[in-house]
């Protein structure tokens, strides 16, 4: 009787085990099925042609044909778009990355007063809705509508994500390492961008790339700020796709995956970077 008791009661926790196993995999099947089915009909959208679209808009592909990528490329301008963006990206998270460094260092080491509660001011603005409205008014008032340096000006203004990571990740650094270069003369800014720099690379990355992703897919701001064609980014060139009277649901697919492309590509790069930059900022 003594020896039946320990059994059955580890046959339910082995039972108990698989359901739990079962249940996780079901609940990892249903959420890649979310994320999946929607990219693989917009996938398959993309290879129909627009007529082969209207026929048959759930239909699989009957070929595989690039013809709406390559009209796709040439309706929506990409081709000046693309280079617009690339300049908007690079410019845009290299000064996120670096205002957010210069930020977080003395609110990590608390060299300045109040750092903790500057901390929690970078939490608290990452929850709250963005001022478009008066940075548009602003904008108009430094005279600066319509010009590439109002867009970058805009898309680096909320940067509290940035240095909440960066801050979170500094915190794990030996204050030692202050004390040491202070004692061999080394200065302020040097010792931040050739010392400490290096040993934040996995977290600097993770916001460059966050970032990065901000300013590729954004839409709204440079609807609101760019009026001349000639300076809109690549997500700016989707509208081409939409008219009065029907759209063009092919094109607009194989347009929506070249814009998502390039970002796919560089997190899978980087992805070891940022996974690590993120755990670090966010935990130590």
């Not at 030996?174 to 977290?203: H, N, S």
């Not at 509208?239 to 092919?250: I, R, V």
Request: proline letters at 4%.
């Amino acid at each position: 009787m003594t020896m039946i008791q320990p059994r059955a009661r580890a046959n339910r926790r082995r039972t108990g085990s698989r359901l739990g196993r079962t249940g996780a995999y079901l609940v990892l099947l249903l959420t890649a099925l979310v994320w999946l089915v929607p990219l693989l009909y917009l996938v398959n959208t993309a290879f129909k042609s627009q007529d082969e679209f209207l026929a048959d808009p759930t239909g699989l592909a009957s070929t595989v044909s690039l013809d709406s990528f390559v009209q796709a490329w040439q309706t929506g301008g990409f081709s000046t778009y693309v280079l617009n963006s690339i300049g908007y990206v690079l410019l845009s998270a290299t000064v996120m990355v670096v205002l957010s460094l210069l930020i977080a260092f003395p609110i990590a080491r608390r060299y300045i007063r109040w750092s903790d509660a500057w901390y929690r001011l970078f939490v608290i603005s990452m929850f709250l809705p963005n001022a478009l409205v008066t940075q548009f008014q602003l904008i108009l008032w430094l005279g600066l509508y319509d010009t590439r340096i109002a867009y970058v000006l805009l898309m680096t203004a909320g940067f509290g994500l940035g240095p909440f990571l960066i801050t979170g990740y500094l915190r794990s650094v030996p204050t030692d390492l202050d004390e040491a270069a202070g004692m061999d003369g080394c200065g302020y800014f040097r010792y931040l961008f050739t010392i400490i720099a290096p040993l934040a690379k996995p977290v600097l990355v993770t916001v460059f790339i966050f970032q990065a992703i901000n300013v590729w897919n954004d839409i709204i701001i440079a609807t609101v700020v760019l009026a001349d064609p000639a300076k809109f980014p690549i997500s700016r060139g989707l509208f081409a796709f939409f008219g009065t009277y029907g759209n063009q649901s092919a094109q607009l697919a194989a347009a929506t995956l070249m814009v998502a492309a390039p970002l796919v590509l560089l997190y899978a790069a980087l992805q070891k970077h940022i996974v690590a930059g993120a755990i670090g900022g966010a935990l130590k």
